[in-house]
């Protein structure tokens, strides 16, 4: 069980329960239960074919859930009005090519209903914070892929928007633009916007957001704070005089494991480090080198997928919450 | 659905294949403006009668119109077909729909924008082509607003058959099947049109269930009949002659053909909104 959440659940921006959808005789999402608190920045992770781009698609009212439902900022899922107040960046991220990029924001501008008046000023605003200024009056088919990505990252942004989905926002950018996102996506969070962020890119996640969940053949397989999901320590010993036999010592203290003079106890309280290392000695161990490190997200998403998928190919029933 | 069908027309406006159909349309008015003159001043001068060369100015008119409403016809083709499916194979649509867009709004909007386009093209061409030859040969059909209204209407049927076809089949699958189907239903009305001069009551039949399948060639009918005039009307109407011409009518098309033409487009769009309304984006 992991801890519970920095920031409070008790009014979710999403809140599904058993979420479920079918295509034909496949389950793309079999019974998905998440929530995510409003205000947090929320990394939505999964291999590929979990169910994301799904799950995002219900969220928004593109796709109907086949049984189970939720909540999107207090209304049902694909509320039309509850849309003013969400921005969304799709995976295809694609936009009228023959409109100047301002003309693209002041058409979103006029379909969340922004004042005639606002429109302009604010879509040259959207258009600044994701370095475009400049180019508001070029045709979108001028752009770049990763202008277009950029022009799609303003246009969820149009209007500071309560919820904002952002499907893969950096994937086609550079790694300058990548770290520009961050900011933009941390900015938008110190204004109070919910952020779910649909990223398979793993330092990316890793860096921005407050909670994170896993997702595996359409359900969740972990969720929590980013430091608890990671909270498993490790610690790595290297040392002369161990045997294979001597590891049963040393089970007291985590699960270990011996690869040549490298000895690796997961997970492990970094506080018994003392310890183990008297209990090593104790047997006739010389220590030559102590490390304890906490495990990094994509060892950690690699674990969790794999424990989802025991040796028969059947997922995992197992849902840590 | 207003943004959208401003959207809309803002996009054809912005596509060169409009704009090389307005050429082309003035290039085929001002031929037949000089075609129509040459054939004029030749019959003069081989005594044809005045009556003669204003039957024969009406039925170029006709072949005229024809030939426009082929051009209208795969203009409404071209545009509907991916009205909808282009957006939603580019994924333009997801961005859109995720807004507080209905689907039906969106639907309707894109189908709304291509008709006053088609509508505009086809008022623009049909009366400068009727006003050039009015200037060359005297001879102006009896209501010149009435065969343009029909024209357009063609052409708003079959936009909205393209609009349907492109909520579920890919741009060019749907614009194919949309041109047969037209030409299925002009080729129906024409063996309608054998079967009236033969006798033939299920030739007749045939091209009756084809007009209430696509009411196109009901549509084409009234081209034909607002650009003749009143005296070929009185003259080969109840001929075997005029029964069986296909660029003959002899009669507009009745009130209830009409009535069920507007029916139609109106349940051709409700089932498309259905079929995107189900539609996985």
Sequence with gaps: ?321 | MITIAWLTIGEAARRRVLWVLVALALVAVALTTWGVASLLDLGRREGVSELQLRLGVSQILIFIAFMFGFVLVMTAAFFGSPAIAGDIESGIVQALLARPLRRSSYLVGRWLGLAIVIVGYAVLSGLLAIFAVDVVSGYRPPNALLPVAYLAGQAIVLLSLTVLLSTRLPPIAGGAIAVVAYGLAWMAGVLGKIGLAIGTSGLVGLADASRLLLPTDAMWQGVVYGLEPAFVIDAIGDTPAGRGNPFFAETPPSPEIVAWAVVWVVVVLVLATSQLRRREL
């Design chain 1, 1 to 321: 069980m992991l801890a519970m959440p920095r920031l409070s659940l008790d009014l979710p921006a999403i809140d599904v329960t058993d979420l479920q959808k079918r295509y034909g005789r496949i389950d793309a999402l079999a019974g998905l239960t998440m929530a995510v608190g409003r205000g947090e920045v929320f990394g939505f992770l999964g291999p590929n074919g979990a169910g994301k781009t799904t799950t995002v698609k219900l969220l928004l009212g593109l796709a109907r859930p086949t049984s189970g439902g939720g909540s999107v900022l207090g209304a049902p899922l694909g509320d039309l009005a509850t849309r003013r107040k969400i921005g969304y960046l799709p995976e295809l991220f694609r936009y009228q090519p023959w409109l100047p990029a301002r003309d693209v924001l002041m058409l979103h501008g006029q379909l969340i209903g922004m004042p005639r008046g606002r429109r302009r000023a604010a879509a040259d605003e959207a258009l600044g914070l994701v370095g475009l200024a400049d180019r508001a009056g070029d045709t979108v088919g001028k752009f770049s892929k990763g202008m277009q990505q950029r022009l799609g990252l303003a246009v969820a942004l149009l209007g500071e928007p309560a919820l904002v989905v952002l499907d893969e926002p950096t994937s086609a950018l550079d790694p300058i633009g990548r770290v520009e996102v961050r900011g933009i996506i941390r900015q938008a969070a110190d204004r109070g916007a919910t952020i779910f962020l649909n990223s398979h890119l793993l330092s990316e996640v890793e860096q921005v957001c407050d909670r994170i969940a896993v997702i595996d053949h359409g359900r969740v397989v972990a969720i929590g704070e980013l430091d608890d999901v990671l909270g498993v320590s490790e610690t790595e010993i290297r040392a002369s005089g161990l045997a294979a036999a001597d590891l049963a010592a040393v089970e007291a203290f985590g699960s270990p494991s011996l690869t040549g003079d490298r000895l690796v106890i997961r997970p492990m309280n970094p506080e018994r480090v003392p310890d183990l290392v008297a209990t090593l000695v104790g047997m006739g161990a010389r220590i030559h080198e102590v490390r304890t490190g906490r495990t990094s997200l994509e060892q950690r998403f690699i674990e969790l997928v794999a424990q989802d998928r025991p040796p028969d190919g059947t997922p995992s029933a197992t849902v840590l919450r």
